[in-house]
């Protein structure tokens, strides 16, 4: 999206095109993302159920396939059937991202790439949403990956962390060693500046 980048990105040993459209079909069914926003992600002239089935239906599958994946990936994500012929408008914050997760699972990736999934929720629905995508990643093997400044967040979820600094990743390592013992001092005053009730108050 930017001419500011170098490396490559490899999905399953072959090398990712740049762009989309550089992309084989098997490529972009594999790797899914999930918005931030799930009040602009979903679009309001589709139901539901259109909005999940339409990657199936680009990829060439019929509407009886995809009619029954459909149900099925409602499930997965917890709402019922009936919410297939609703229209985002009529939905909650949460409920419209368990939509967008399902959009993104039905296709049944390998990788699924979440940009502060949480972040436009309230507190309790963050926490559902969380809980969600753990159970997902645990029954259906997914690699997630998670793109958030939320550092209890981090913690509470991540296998391995990478700290961005100007677009250069300045830390790398597993979670425990990162937030726990952080090596470069960006990543330290990270930790520092994240709001904590018990420093405030030492």
Same mark, same amino acid.
């Given at each position: ?58 990829? /060439?599958?019929? *509407?009886?396939?995809?009619?029954? %994946?459909? =149900?099925? &990936?409602?499930?997965?994500?917890? $709402?019922?059937? @009936? ?50 995508? /753990?159970?997902? *990643?645990?029954?259906?093997?997914? %690699?997630? =990956?998670? &793109?958030?400044?939320?550092?209890? $967040?981090?913690? @509470? ?46």
């Amino acid at each position: 999206m930017h001419r500011e980048w170098d490396g490559e990105i490899t999905f399953k040993g072959e090398p990712l095109g740049l762009t989309s459209r550089k992309r084989t079909m098997a490529q972009r069914l594999g790797i899914q993302y999930v918005f931030q926003n799930p009040y602009g992600s979903l679009n309001p002239r589709r139901t539901v159920g259109d909005l999940i089935v339409r990657p199936l239906l680009i990829a /060439g599958s019929s *509407r009886e396939e995809a009619d029954k %994946a459909i =149900l099925d &990936v409602l499930d997965k994500v917890n $709402l019922p059937a @009936s919410y297939s012929g609703k229209y985002p408008d009529q939905l909650s914050g949460g409920e419209r991202q368990r939509v967008a997760i399902a959009r993104a699972l039905v296709s049944k990736p390998d990788v699924l790439v979440c940009d502060e999934v949480t972040s436009a929720l309230d507190v309790l629905v963050q926490a559902a949403i969380v809980d969600l995508l /753990g159970e997902l *990643r645990k029954s259906l093997g997914l %690699a997630m =990956l998670f &793109v958030t400044h939320n550092l209890p $967040l981090v913690r @509470s979820i991540a296998d391995e962390v990478a700290v961005m600094s100007q677009g250069r990743i300045v830390e790398l390592g597993s979670a425990e060693s990162v937030i726990g013992s952080p090596h470069e001092d960006y990543t330290r005053r990270l930790i520092t500046a994240t709001p904590s009730i018990a420093r405030s108050m030492a």
